[in-house]
């Protein structure tokens, strides 16, 4: 089982900057990738960005050029730096990591961003 642990997310002015963490605990040497995700009210949960164990990063294309996702393993620790945030940001964000064996996945309970015009 693995658990995680979102944190960062609040208010912020369009503009400015946000880092999200997200700490894994439980059985983190299974966990493989690693992910963040964001979710509007009434739609369904959206990649914002992928990492590879080895930190070999993907992102959606709104995100790309703005956020930034990185990982410590030695720390647990998943990270999503937010530059330059827009309204358009605002959502629940939620970490989700994806196990060696039989890829199974776990999600936080989600961080809460709202960027304001």
């Known amino acids: 089982q693995v658990q995680l642990r979102e944190s960062g997310g609040g208010l912020v002015k369009a503009g400015e900057s946000l880092t999200l963490s997200c700490v894994a605990s439980g059985s983190v040497v299974t966990i493989d990738t690693m992910a963040w995700y964001r979710q509007y009210p009434g739609n369904q949960r959206e990649l914002v960005a992928h990492?590879?164990?080895?930190?070999?990063?993907t992102y959606a294309n709104y995100a790309k050029g703005r956020f930034t996702i990185s990982r410590d393993n030695a720390k647990s620790t998943l990270y999503l730096q937010m530059n330059s945030l827009e309204a358009e940001d605002t959502a629940v964000y939620y970490c989700k990591a994806k196990t060696y064996l039989y890829g199974t996945e776990y999600w936080g309970k989600g961080t809460l961003v709202t960027v304001s015009s």
């Open positions: 990492v590879t164990r080895d930190n070999t990063p």
